[in-house]
C-alpha cells in the first residue's frame, strides 16, 4: 500500500496500543480459522502479548532511548494506524489494484473497506470502480 505515489500517508508512530491482527482466515472466509485449526492459536496470541509487554517494559525502564529500542520488539502483526490523502483517481487505482485476488488478504481487506467507505460517501462515483469483493471465496486457477 505505501508504494502508490498520488496520495499522501501520515502513518503514527509505531505503539502497542491498537493491538494486533490475528491471521484468522485471509483468503478462506470468515468462518475459517487456521490458526486454531492448526492448534497454534493460543501460542501465536501469548508470542505477540510478550513481545508487547517486553517493549512496554523496556519502554517503562530509565535506559537511554528505550522508547525507540522498544520498537524493534513489536511484531509485524502490530496494528499501525495510518491516514492516506488522495484524490478519487488514485482511490479508484489502489481499490482496484489491491482488491485483486492476486493479493495479500490484509491489504485486499483494507481496499475493499476503501470501496465501501467510498461508495457510501460518493455511490455515483463508485459504480465505475471495478472491485473485487474480499468477502468472497477464490478461485485460485483464476489468480
Known amino acids: 500500500m505505501h508504494r502508490h505515489r498520488r496520495c499522501t500517508q501520515i502513518i503514527q508512530s509505531f505503539t502497542t496500543q491498537h493491538g494486533y491482527e490475528t491471521p484468522a482466515s485471509g483468503d478462506l472466509g470468515p468462518e475459517f480459522n487456521i490458526l486454531a485449526e492448526a492448534g497454534i492459536l493460543a501460542d501465536f496470541q501469548s508470542a505477540i502479548e ?6 512496554a517494559r523496556i519502554v517503562a525502564s530509565q535506559a ?8 524493534y520488539l513489536l511484531p509485524l502483526a502490530t496494528r499501525v494506524r495510518s491516514l ?3 484524490d478519487f483517481a488514485e482511490a479508484q487505482y489502489i481499490i482496484e489494484l489491491r482488491s485483486g485476488p492476486a ?3 490484509s491489504y485486499r481487506r483494507v481496499a475493499w473497506e476503501m470501496y465501501l467507505a467510498l ?3 460518493h ?21
Do not use: N
Request: a positive charge; charged letters at 20%; glycine letters at 2%.
Open 50 to 55: 510478550a513481545a508487547h509487554a517486553a517493549s
Open 64 to 71: 537511554l532511548e528505550a522508547a525507540q529500542s522498544a520498537l
Open 84 to 86: 492516506f490523502k488522495m
Open 103 to 105: 493479493g495479500h488478504f
Open 119 to 121: 461508495q457510501h460517501q
Open 123 to 143: 455511490p455515483e462515483l463508485a459504480k465505475h470502480i471495478r472491485v473485487t469483493d474480499f468477502t468472497q471465496p477464490i478461485d485460485l486457477l483464476k489468480r
